[in-house]
């Protein structure tokens, strides 16, 4: 997930999370190396059926764990459907370094994949081994990022999109005026200005809101609570906290210092959507985060790329918004650290071709009914 930053989200992971990614991950990624999917004694590639490797920069927060966790799902499922011979997850085993990952992408090469889905540490550094990827004739899907690699194809979530899912809703949900605060991304990144813009671009379409307080939350909901309750005693009333997805931290601060927590921007996860179901939170609060699901989709796009079909080089996919009227949907299908994620079929995928070629409205998948 492209948190506000070049860099993925940072928020440190618990240790009951780690258990979680290492149980959840054993099986078809390893422990940081990778290892094939599937039958690990059977795993040679089955003739005529494609190897498809997917390269993560990092794994250490719920975010990119729900990310793998639906690959491996999807991809254990294509297998089982004659659609490919072999899978292999790879996870760089530091804090997002693109040094890691263009070294674990180079020994992916060396095992000949069909296709490559990389979920990038940088936007520009891996730009020499994916182009000696695209000449080694391995079809390239960056997902989750922008990537400056021509051969790649992209797909991701706006950030437009994701600041003005985060703002609007809350904003009318308060009834249009009211105090406010900012809980800001990492600030001097790219991605973070794109959201900050458009954030103050919402909000100068509410002359009746005021900005009371501007934090840097990190996107991350730990950083976010000691911001906000650092300036609490200084902002009498509060009706909102535009954040990015730091939502539970935000309540945090509010009930630590004695406050009634506000409309707030939850995070996507199933611990922040049954925490604002159970307080009965009714007051325009909201969760959106970008979709961890992009890699499913990157597994639809390869096949097609592999077939022969033609897919656009670059694809934007709907944002995932959590509002009120589906909360308790979402929230009845995620485990706490599980975050919400599309549920790309490769019919939907396709339709979403056809949207993107045709310049129509992106397809909305729907909400999810049971576990995924």
Same mark, same amino acid.
């Given at each position: 997930?492209? #948190?506000?930053?070049?860099s =993925?989200?940072?928020?440190a ?7 979680t990614?290492?149980?959840l *991950? ?6 940081g190396?990778g290892?094939a999917?599937?039958?690990a ?9 494609p190897? #498809? ?5 990092? #794994? ?11 690959f491996?799902?999807?991809?254990k499922?294509?297998?089982?459907d004659?659609l490919?011979?072999k ?8 804090d997002?370094?693109?040094?890691? %990952?263009?070294?674990?992408i180079k ?9 490559l889905?990389?979920d990038p540490a940088?936007?520009?550094?891996l730009?020499?081994?994916i %182009?000696?990827?695209?000449?080694a ?18 797909i991701?979530n ?12 809350l904003?009318?949900?308060?009834g ?14 790219? =991605? ?10 919402? *909000?100068?379409?509410y002359p009746?809101?005021k ?14 609570q000691?911001?906000?309750?650092g300036v609490?005693s ?26 009634p927590v506000?409309a707030?921007?939850?995070?996507t ?18 969760a959106?985060m ?7 989709a990157a ?6 790329l592999?077939d022969?079909k ?7 996919? =709907?944002?995932?918004l ?15 650290d599980?975050y919400?994620a599309w549920?790309?079929?490769?019919e939907?995928? %396709?339709?979403?071709v056809?949207?993107s070629?045709?310049g129509?409205? =992106?397809?909305?998948?729907?909400v ?5």
């Amino acid at each position: 997930m492209r #948190i506000p930053s070049t860099s =993925p989200r940072r928020r440190a992971a618990a240790a009951a999370s780690l258990a979680t990614a290492v149980a959840l *991950l054993a099986t078809a990624c390893g422990s940081g190396s990778g290892s094939a999917g599937g039958d690990a004694g059977t795993s040679a590639k089955r003739p005529g059926k494609p190897f #498809i490797a997917l390269s993560n920069g990092f #794994i250490g927060n719920g975010w990119r764990q729900t990310m793998v966790a639906s690959f491996e799902t999807a991809a254990k499922q294509a297998q089982a459907d004659g659609l490919i011979g072999k899978y292999q997850t790879v996870n760089a085993p530091g804090d997002n370094s693109a040094t890691e %990952q263009i070294a674990q992408i180079k020994s992916l090469l060396l095992q000949k994949p069909d296709a490559l889905l990389i979920d990038p540490a940088s936007p520009t550094a891996l730009k020499p081994v994916i %182009q000696q990827a695209c000449t080694a004739g391995v079809k390239v899907v960056v997902f989750d990022s922008a990537i400056d690699a021509p051969c790649a194809h992209v797909i991701q979530n706006s950030f437009t999109d994701w600041a003005t899912d985060a703002a609007k809703p809350l904003l009318d949900g308060i009834g249009g005026k009211g105090n406010v605060i900012v809980s800001r991304g990492v600030v001097g990144s790219q =991605p973070e200005a794109e959201m900050h813009k458009a954030t103050e671009e919402i *909000l100068a379409k509410y002359p009746d809101v005021k900005t009371a307080a501007t934090v840097n939350g990190m996107c991350d909901g730990a950083t976010a609570q000691k911001a906000v309750l650092g300036v609490l005693s200084s902002v009498p009333t509060v009706d909102g906290v535009i954040g990015c997805g730091d939502g539970y931290g935000v309540a945090q601060a509010f009930t630590t210092a004695g406050k009634p927590v506000p409309a707030v921007t939850f995070e996507t996860n199933g611990r922040a959507l049954n925490y604002w179901k159970d307080t009965k939170l009714d007051n325009g609060s909201v969760a959106v985060m970008s979709d961890p699901g992009q890699s499913v989709a990157a597994l639809w796009a390869a096949l097609d790329l592999l077939d022969g079909k033609n897919v656009p080089q670059h694809m934007t996919l =709907p944002i995932v918004l959590v509002e009120q009227k589906d909360r308790d949907a979402w929230a009845a299908v995620l485990k706490p650290d599980q975050y919400a994620a599309w549920p790309w079929t490769r019919e939907l995928f %396709q339709k979403q071709v056809e949207a993107s070629k045709s310049g129509g409205a =992106p397809v909305q998948p729907p909400v999810p009914t049971t576990a995924g």
